[in-house]
C-alpha cells in the first residue's frame, strides 16, 4: 500500500532529559526475510516480535498473493504457511510494496525462477528507485523483464520456466542484489553463487541456513563468495525477529544529544554486519554500555543503555559504509553536536534510498544552520557541539530523513519542523509514543 497523498507535518521541540526504556520495534531486514522464507517453505512457521510497519505489510499481502497464508495472531505474532521452493501461484493483481526497496527486490528475487508472471509497481519514492541492479542478475537466471525507462517500476517478470543457476558479483555492496539472486537460486539446479567485495548484512544468509538449505560462505582474496545448494526443501522454523539497530538509532541519538539523558534500549541486534553506527559512535566518545550480551533467534543481541556526553567528530572509513548504510542521516544528526568535522566516506548509495539521503540531509541540516558538505560520495558535517534549528526539513517519503529531524529538534535550540512524518509508518509505526514516553516533545 503506498503512503496517503496528504502530508503529515510534525514538529520537534527541544526538550528535557530523555529517560527511560525504549521498546524498539523488530528487525525490518529480518521481518521481510521471515515472511519470504517461511512462504516459501513447506508447512507452518511462526514468527515472532515481527515488525508491523507497513512495508513489511505489504510484504505479508505479497506473499499472500503468491499463494501463501498468512495470518496475524497477536502483536508481532505471525504464521505462515508456505507453499514450497517453486511453489509460487500466480498472482491475480499487481503487487503493490509501497514504499519498500527490499520488499520488492527480494520478491521478484523469490520469484524469478518459477513460471509465473508478475507485476511490481510501488509509491512515487519507489517509482523513482534502479531495479535493474536486481533484475539485470536476475536475467541470468533465464525470466524475461519489462521496465519502464531506466529500469524503473512498474516492473514485470515472466519468471524462468528452465532456470539455470547463476554465479554473480555484486557491482555495488547490497544486501538486497546478493539476497534477490540467493533467493532466485533457491528454485534453479546446482549451485548458485554470489561473490560481494564488501560484506554487507547476512541475514539471508543466516535464515537459509536456519531453514534447511545447504548455503557456505567463504571468505577468499575476491571477498565473500557464498554458496547456495538449489532446490532445497525449506523446512519452517520459529523466528523470533531481534529489534531492529537501525530503528534503536534514533532514540539513542536522542539520549547522545539531549543534555542529561539516560535510557536503556533492550534487545537490540548486534549482528556484526549491522553494527558500524555503534562502532562509529564509541570512536567520537559516546558513553554506551552493552549489557547482557546474548544470542536470541540466531543473532546477537544486548541491552543498550546510553547517556549524554560529550562527542567528537569522526571519519567513517569506505569500508564501514555498507554496516551502517541505513544510519547516515541519523549520524549526520549526531554530527554537529559533536565538536569538530565528522567525515563520512563511501556513501554514494545513499543517494539512491527512499531520497537522495545525502540530497536530503544537507538541505535540511543547512536550513536549520549547520555547516555541511557533500560530494558524490561523501558528506562532511562541521560540528560545534549545538544545533540552531528553527528550520524545516523536506522529507521526501523517506521514514528515516523524518525521524533524524525530529531526534534534531529535541537537542536544538529552537523546534525543527518535517514536512511529513507520515512515512515514519513504514518502518517504524511508534514511534512518537515511544520518543514521548522517553521525554520527547514531538507534535
Ligand atoms: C536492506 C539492505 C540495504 C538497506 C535496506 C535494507 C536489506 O539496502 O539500505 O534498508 O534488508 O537487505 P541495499 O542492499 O540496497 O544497500
Given at each position: 500500500m503506498s503512503h496517503s497523498a496528504e502530508l503529515l507535518p510534525m514538529i520537534a521541540h527541544p526538550s528535557g532529559p530523555l529517560s527511560g526504556t525504549a521498546q524498539v520495534p523488530g528487525d525490518k531486514s529480518i521481518s521481510h526475510r521471515a515472511l519470504i522464507l517461511g512462504a516459501l517453505s513447506v508447512g507452518e512457521t511462526h514468527i515472532t516480535g515481527l515488525l508491523e510497519g507497513q512495508d513489511v505489510l505489504d510484504t505479508a499481502k505479497a506473499m499472500q498473493a503468491f499463494g501463501a497464508q498468512v495470518?496475524?495472531?497477536?502483536?508481532?505474532?505471525?504464521?505462515?504457511?508456505?507453499?514450497?521452493?517453486?511453489?509460487?501461484?500466480?498472482p491475480e493483481g499487481v503487487i503493490d510494496c509501497g514504499n519498500s526497496g527490499t520488499?520488492?527486490?527480494?520478491?521478484?528475487?523469490?520469484?524469478?525462477?518459477?513460471?509465473?508472471?508478475?507485476?511490481?509497481t510501488g509509491d512515487a519514492s519507489l517509482s523513482r528507485r534502479p531495479m535493474g541492479r536486481v533484475t539485470d542478475p536476475l536475467q541470468l537466471f533465464g525470466c524475461e523483464v519489462t521496465s519502464r525507462e531506466g529500469k524503473r517500476l512498474p516492473v514485470t517478470i515472466?519468471?524462468?520456466?528452465?532456470?539455470?543457476?547463476?554465479?554473480?558479483?555484486?557491482?555495488?555492496?547490497?544486501?538486497?542484489?546478493?539476497?534477490?539472486?540467493?533467493?532466485?537460486?533457491?528454485?534453479?539446479?546446482?549451485?548458485?553463487?554470489?561473490?560481494?567485495?564488501?560484506?554487507?548484512?547476512?541475514?539471508?544468509?543466516?535464515?537459509?541456513?536456519?531453514?534447511?538449505?545447504?548455503?557456505?560462505?567463504?571468505?577468499?582474496d575476491q571477498g565473500r563468495v557464498i554458496t547456495l545448494q538449489g532446490r532445497p526443501e525449506l523446512k519452517p522454523q520459529p523466528v523470533a525477529v531481534p529489534r531492529d539497530p537501525s530503528s534503536a538509532a534514533f532514540p539513542v541519538a536522542a539520549a547522545l544529544i539531549v543534555p542529561g539523558s539516560d535510557i536503556r534500549v533492550p534487545g537490540v541486534s548486534r549482528n556484526p554486519t549491522r553494527d558500524g553506527l555503534y562502532i562509529t559512535l564509541l570512536e567520537m566518545g559516546a558513553d554506551i554500555t552493552f549489557d547482557n550480551e546474548r544470542d536470541e533467534g540466531g543473532e546477537p543481541v544486548a541491552d543498550l543503555i546510553v547517556r549524554h556526553g560529550p562527542l567528537k567528530g569522526v571519519t567513517t572509513p569506505h569500508d564501514r559504509a555498507a554496516s551502517m548504510i541505513d544510519e547516515f542521516p541519523i549520524l549526520s544528526v549526531i554530527a554537529c553536536f559533536a565538536t569538530g568535522p565528522t567525515v563520512m566516506q563511501g556513501v554514494k548509495e545513499l543517494r539512491v534510498k527512499e531520497s537522495d539521503r545525502i540530497a536530503a540531509m544537507v538541505d535540511g541540516l543547512r536550513a536549520n544552520g549547520?555547516?555541511?558538505?557533500?560530494?558524490?560520495?561523501?558528506?562532511?558535517?562541521?560540528?560545534?557541539?549545538?544545533?540552531?534549528?528553527?528550520?524545516?526539513?523536506?522529507?521526501?517519503?523517506?521514514?528515516?530523513?523524518?525521524?533524524?529531524?525530529?531526534?534534531?529538534?529535541?537537542?536544538?535550540?529552537?523546534?525543527?519542523?518535517?514536512?511529513?512524518?507520515?512515512?515514519?509508518?513504514?518502518?517504524?509505526?511508534?514511534?512518537?509514543?515511544?520518543?514521548?514516553?522517553?521525554?520527547?516533545?514531538?507534535?
Open positions: 495470518e496475524r495472531l497477536g502483536i508481532g505474532e505471525w504464521k505462515v504457511n508456505g507453499v514450497g521452493v517453486g511453489g509460487f501461484a500466480e520488499g520488492v527486490r527480494l520478491i521478484m528475487g523469490a520469484m524469478a525462477t518459477t513460471p509465473i508472471t508478475a507485476t511490481f515472466k519468471g524462468a520456466t528452465d532456470a539455470v543457476p547463476v554465479r554473480y558479483q555484486t557491482p555495488v555492496a547490497s544486501a538486497q542484489i546478493k539476497s534477490a539472486v540467493l533467493l532466485a537460486g533457491l528454485n534453479a539446479p546446482g549451485e548458485t553463487v554470489v561473490i560481494e567485495t564488501e560484506p554487507t548484512r547476512d541475514h539471508t544468509e543466516r535464515m537459509l541456513a536456519g531453514f534447511g538449505a545447504t548455503i557456505t560462505t567463504q571468505i577468499t549547520a555547516s555541511v558538505e557533500d560530494t558524490e560520495d561523501t558528506m562532511t558535517v562541521h560540528g560545534t557541539g549545538s544545533l540552531p534549528g528553527g528550520g524545516m526539513a523536506v522529507t521526501h517519503l523517506d521514514h528515516r530523513i523524518a525521524m533524524s529531524f525530529l531526534v534534531a529538534g529535541l537537542a536544538a535550540q529552537q523546534p525543527v519542523r518535517v514536512d511529513d512524518g507520515g512515512p515514519i509508518a513504514t518502518s517504524f509505526p511508534d514511534f512518537l509514543p515511544l520518543m514521548r514516553d522517553l521525554g520527547a516533545r514531538i507534535d
